[in-house]
Nanobody
Framework: QVQLVESGGGLVQPGGSLRLSCTTG????????MNWYRQIPGTQRELVAS???????TYADSVKGRFTISRDNAKNTLYLQMNNLTPEDTAVYYC?????????????????WGQGTQVTVSS
């Protein structure tokens, strides 16, 4: 059973930086698209950044140019480098691993989630 464990959250002042880590416990990057989501209480979970198996990346408009998603294959760890943080970035951040395959029967759709890590941006 693959488990995702996030770390690196905390309290930071506006304009500061944090790096989130997600340890996967196994080499899953070749099989899964890796994502970072965030959620503010009372709202839907928001996709922040994605890193696909071919290393292509995408970002939410709200974090483009400030956040960078990356992975270390040797350490089985996903990262989210967050720079120039604002109070609007305050949320619980979740690591997600997603795999789907519609070419098999039955279709495969797998989502793995970490427990989340709190990021608070405040002066």
């Amino acid at each position: 059973q693959v488990q995702l464990v996030e770390s690196g959250g905390g309290l930071v002042q506006p304009g500061g930086s944090l790096r989130l880590s997600c340890t996967t416990g196994g080499n899953i990057f070749s099989m899964f698209t890796m994502n970072w989501y965030r959620q503010i209480p009372g709202t839907q979970r928001e996709l922040v950044a994605s890193l696909r198996r071919d290393s292509d990346t995408t970002y939410a408009d709200s974090v483009k140019g400030r956040f960078t998603i990356s992975r270390d294959n040797a350490k089985n760890t996903l990262y989210l480098q967050m720079n120039n943080l604002t109070p609007e970035d305050t949320a619980v951040y979740y690591c997600n691993a997603h795999h789907s395959n519609d070419l098999v029967t039955p279709p495969v759709n797998v989502d793995l989630w970490g427990q989340g890590t709190q990021v608070t941006v405040s002066s």
